[in-house]
């Protein structure tokens, strides 16, 4: 089995910031890259950030400048640094990757069970 578990959510002044962290867990071989999504209530899950192996990272438009994505290989483990934060940064935040868990499986898709992240005055 394997387990994505968020942590790090809660709730914010506009301007504030939150660190969202997610690990990985049980039978892991290697991990592929690493993201974060966000769904908003009424509105499609969305890519908020990605990190690749190799620590390329990519963004969404709306968060580029104020969140920052990182990973701890040796801990399976990714982060998002969120600065700035703006009422329309609320949402529920899911850590997702591809881990592949042993070295004869492909890579499959995983998904945490999300963070709520709110700002608000």
């Known amino acids: 089995q394997v387990q994505l578990v968020e942590s790090g959510g809660g709730l914010v002044q506009p301007g504030g910031s939150l660190r969202l962290s997610c690990a990985a867990s049980?039978?892991?071989?290697?991990?592929?890259?690493m993201a974060w999504h966000r769904q908003a209530p009424g509105k499609q899950r969305e890519l908020v950030a990605l990190?690749?192996?190799?620590?390329?990272?990519n963004y969404a438009d709306s968060v580029k400048g104020r969140f920052t994505i990182s990973r701890d290989g040796a801990e399976n483990t990714v982060y998002l640094q969120m600065n700035s934060l703006k009422p329309e940064d609320t949402a529920v935040y899911y850590c997702?990757?591809?881990?592949?868990?042993?070295?004869?499986?492909?890579?499959?898709?995983?998904w945490g069970q999300g963070t709520q992240v709110t700002v608000s005055s």
């Open positions: 997702n990757a591809g881990i592949q868990r042993n070295i004869a499986a492909g890579y499959s898709n995983y």
């Open positions: 049980g039978s892991i071989f290697r991990i592929n890259a």
């Open positions: 990190i690749t192996v190799g620590g390329v990272t």
